[in-house]
C-alpha cells in the first residue's frame, strides 16, 4: 500500500491551455473523489467516482472540467481554457466503500 | 446543506499547553464527523473521527467527542508539542452514499518551544 498519488505535484500553465491531473488511489479502493483547496480554506468536493462511473459532480465543476475514470483504478481530471481562477491546490482521496477518505499529496495549479 | 464552521486562526501557543480548536456543524441527519491535519509540505491526514452521537475519537493525545445537542466537535489536547504545528480541518461527512466530505476552513496551530 503506497497511498494514494498525485502527479504532477505542481503545474504552471497560462490562461487559455488546457492542463490534465492524474490521480492513482490505493489499490482496490472502489471510491474516488477529487477535491479544490484555495488559499485559506479547506476542500470543497468536486466530484467522485465508484469503480469506473462518475456517480456526482459539485456545481463547482463548470463544463470546462471533466474527469474520468476509465478502468476504475486511476483518474484524469482535465480543465479547458484554464482561467486564473482556477489557480487552487487539487487533491484526490480514495476510499474502500464508505470508508474514510485517504488524501493523495495534491497537484498545485497556477494560471498565469 | 452541510456546512462546518471552525474559528478563527491562528492559534499559537508554548509547548506543553492546552488546546482546544472549536467546531460546530450543521447537517441534516447523524454525519459522521473528522478531524483532518496537514502538516507542512505534507498531504491532509486523518487524526482522529467519530460515527455517532457522544462517541469520542482520539489519536496521538488529541480527542474530540461527538456532541449533537450542542452540534459541536471540538478538538482538545492536554500538552501540546511543537511537533503538533499544522493545519486542523474539521470535517463532516455526507450520510448518502456518496460519504463526500465537507471540511471548515482551517485552522493553523503554531507551538512554540
Known amino acids: 500500500d503506497t497511498g494514494v498519488s498525485q502527479d504532477p505535484r505542481h503545474k504552471i500553465t497560462k490562461r487559455g491551455q488546457n492542463v490534465t491531473f492524474r490521480c492513482d488511489p490505493i489499490s482496490e479502493h472502489n471510491r474516488l473523489y477529487w477535491y479544490r483547496q484555495t488559499l485559506g480554506q479547506g476542500p470543497e468536493f468536486l466530484t467522485y467516482?465508484?469503480?469506473?462511473?462518475?456517480?456526482?459532480k459539485s456545481r463547482l465543476l463548470s463544463d470546462r472540467f471533466s474527469a474520468e475514470r476509465p478502468k476504475g483504478s486511476f483518474s484524469t481530471l482535465e480543465i479547458q481554457r484554464t482561467e486564473q481562477g482556477d489557480s487552487a491546490m487539487y487533491l484526490c482521496?480514495?476510499?474502500?466503500?464508505?470508508?474514510?477518505?485517504?488524501f493523495g499529496p495534491g497537484t498545485r495549479l497556477t494560471v498565469t | 446543506g452541510n456546512s462546518v464552521t471552525q474559528m478563527e486562526g491562528p492559534v499559537t501557543l508554548s509547548e506543553e499547553a492546552f488546546l482546544t480548536i472549536n467546531c460546530t456543524y450543521t447537517?441534516?441527519?447523524?454525519?459522521?464527523l473528522f478531524w483532518y491535519v496537514q502538516y507542512p509540505g505534507e498531504g491532509l491526514q486523518l487524526l482522529l473521527k467519530a460515527t455517532k452521537a457522544d462517541d469520542k475519537g482520539s489519536n496521538k493525545g488529541f480527542e474530540a467527542t461527538y456532541r449533537k445537542e450542542t452540534t459541536s466537535f471540538h478538538l482538545e489536547k492536554g500538552s501540546v508539542q511543537v511537533s503538533d504545528s499544522a493545519v486542523y480541518f474539521c470535517?463532516?461527512?455526507?450520510?448518502?452514499?456518496?460519504?463526500?466530505?465537507?471540511f471548515g476552513k482551517g485552522i493553523t496551530l503554531s507551538v512554540r518551544p
Open positions: 470535517a463532516l461527512g455526507d450520510t448518502g452514499a456518496n460519504s463526500k466530505l465537507t
Open positions: 482521496a480514495s476510499s474502500p466503500g464508505q470508508g474514510i477518505g485517504y
Open positions: 467516482f465508484q469503480n469506473e462511473a462518475q456517480l456526482e
Open positions: 447537517a441534516t441527519g447523524y454525519p459522521s
